[in-house]
Each structure stands twice: as structure tokens, then as C-alpha cells.
């Protein structure tokens, strides 16, 4: 048995298959950085590039289903929700911009116009770089870190998710949700809100937030069938083979299927279900999706000081420079995103659980005794 099948979502229970997701999703992107570099790429419409984008559309959606399910379940406190999160995300971030600052100042890569270093390192600061228009600060978003423009947009997401989700428990609210994300949508892609080279300002990301959290709350509202899951999984398979530019979705349908399906669904192929665990209950996959985060940010610095190394290095040709870029990268990126793993996320995520205990524990003694 891979994991515990989930009935439902109420509650602090683990998700089957999130964590295996986001560790192959951190390494596609990953793959979509480096195998173009070595003139190398995937069969078929499904380019490394577009596995890439793929990939990031939908931890986009994972973010918001995620969230969803996080205040649903914890009920924190607004200021507390906030700090957990940074808590998260800022410390490893932190050390990422500093390595993308220096790669910049001594590379030349992804480095800011001239002149606009201070303000591009403020928004970078901030966390607000994705939010920033081209009219404002030229390609703001791909300065530094460029895989940090979809973090600035996840953090746009968790200023107002509890907003979002208070106003989706009633039926106005979720009417004028709709209505919002709809002419968000619109308007990013007017460019009523400027011109940015990502989808990195959160109303132009408003579908794969909604498609997130919408999945997170029909879980509790729909009555679960194995049939009918199994009927969405295959129609997410077929998603992605008749449709790769829209692959993300039929890969979200996939895991939310296995994630409500379990090992003993009577109706379901057993062979598909183990392979699915494998791929993203099994030990090595959870172990990969908790250090996800960390590869999907210090990838790019790595990935610009090996390019460095490796054309100071003696070589035969191009073939054997490509290998030596793409073994030290791939090992460089897993040594450094374990040691950010158990210095710095491990530590900022048990801290954030400190406080949520301490806050807890005040609220109680604050509670008159019955």
C-alpha cells in the first residue's frame, strides 16, 4: 500500500501524490532550462520549453488547491496565515536572490538595464517583481531569478487567498469571484494592466488559481465514484496526448484522480494505480517534492556559474562540454537544493510551526473556562 486513500479532504490529512507532483514538475522545468542548452529535446509537440510552462502552470494550480485546502483546515488567523507563509517561501528565496544578484553583477546574466539595479532589487525584495509592468521596470520579473516571477505571483496569491476563499462560501461571493477573475483575465490580456513578459501579475494567472481552489472545494461537495474517477483520469490521459499545449490540465486530472482513487478502488486498473504510486506516493517522490521548491529556484544561478566552469574546463568537443554542463548542473542543483532543504527551509517551516502552536495555545488561556 503507497499511502492512506483519502475519503475526503476536511481536515490536516496528507494528500496523496501533491509532494511526488511538484518534485517531477521542479525537475521538467529544470529540463526545460537545460536541454535546449545541449540542442536536445523532447519527441513530439510537447517541447522541453513547453513541458516547462507546462510545469509551472500547474503549480499554479496546485498553490491554489493547496491554500484552499491549508485555510479551510487550519482556520489561522489572517496575520498569522501570513507569516507562515513567508515563513515558507522568503528564507530560501532570500538566499536564491543573493546567488542571482551575484551571477548578475558577474556574469551578466539576467542582470538589470543600467541604472535600474536599486529599484529592480527592491521589488525583487519584496517579493512584488511579477506585479511590476515592463512601462515600469523592464522585464522585472526575469531579473535575477527568472524562475522566481511565478514565486512573486504565489505570493500576490497569499495576500489575498483568505479574502478569496471567505467570499467563495457564499453564492454572491463565489458569482462575484467568477466575474473578477473573468475581467482580470481580460484586462491582463488587453494589457490594461501594462505590458509583462510573463503571466506574472496575478490577475493574468486568475484561471489556474481558480481551476486550484475550484478543485479543492468541489472535493467536499461532490460524492466520490470510483467510476467516475476513473472516467476522469482517462479523459486527463487523453488530454494530454491530443492537446500538449494544455497538458497541465489533463496532468492535474490525473492526480487528483489517484489522490481520491486509492489502492483499493474495485473499478480502477491495478496496474495504472501502482504505477501512479511509484511515480508520485513513493518514498523517493515525496523526498523529491519537499526539496521541489528549493530546485525550482537555485537551478538557474547553478545552471549560469557551471556554463562558466565548464567553458574554463578542457574538453574534447561540444558533445562531451553539453555532458559535463548537465552532469555538474544536475548534481550541483541536487547538493545545493538539499542543503537549502536542512538549513533553511526545514528550520523557517518548524518556526512557522512554533508560532502557529504558540498562537494557538494564547487563544485557548484567552478562552474564559466553562
Known sequence: MVGAKVQGVRGKQRIRGIDGARGWLAWAVVAGHILPVM?????????????????????????GFVIAHLILAEREP?????????????????VCLALGVWTALRFGVAAPE???????????????????PDELLRNASMTFVGPAWSLSLEWQF???????????????????????????IVAFQRHDFGTFDMVSFLPGAGAQFAVGVGTRLALDRLRRSDAVLV?????????????????????????????????????????PIRIAGLL?????????????FPVYLIHMPIITVTAYMVGALPHLGWISELLELTTISVLLTIAGSELLHRLVERPAIAFGRRLREGTTLRIARAQPAE
Open 231 to 271: 472516467v476522469a483520469g482517462a479523459a486527463g490521459a487523453l488530454l494530454i496526448l491530443l492537446h500538449p499545449w494544455e497538458a497541465y490540465l489533463g496532468i492535474w486530472v490525473l492526480v487528483i484522480a489517484y489522490a481520491r482513487l486509492g489502492p483499493d478502488a474495485v473499478v480502477a486498473p491495478a496496474l
Open 114 to 132: 543600467p541604472g535600474r539595479f536599486v529599484p529592480q532589487l527592491l521589488v525583487h525584495l519584496l517579493l512584488l517583481q511579477g506585479a511590476v
Open 158 to 184: 497569499y495576500l489575498i487567498a483568505p479574502l478569496v476563499l471567505a467570499l467563495l462560501r457564499r453564492p454572491a461571493g463565489s458569482l462575484a469571484m467568477l466575474l473578477l477573475v473573468g475581467l482580470g
Open 280 to 292: 508520485l506516493d513513493s518514498r523517493w517522490a515525496r523526498a523529491a517534492g519537499r526539496r521541489s
Open 78 to 94: 489572517y496575520p498569522l496565515f501570513i507569516a507562515r507563509r513567508f515563513l515558507r517561501i522568503y528564507p530560501v528565496y532570500l
Open 39 to 63: 540542442g536536445l529535446d523532447f519527441p513530439g509537440a510537447l517541447t522541453a520549453s513547453v513541458a516547462g510552462d507546462e510545469a509551472v502552470l500547474l503549480f499554479i494550480v496546485i498553490s
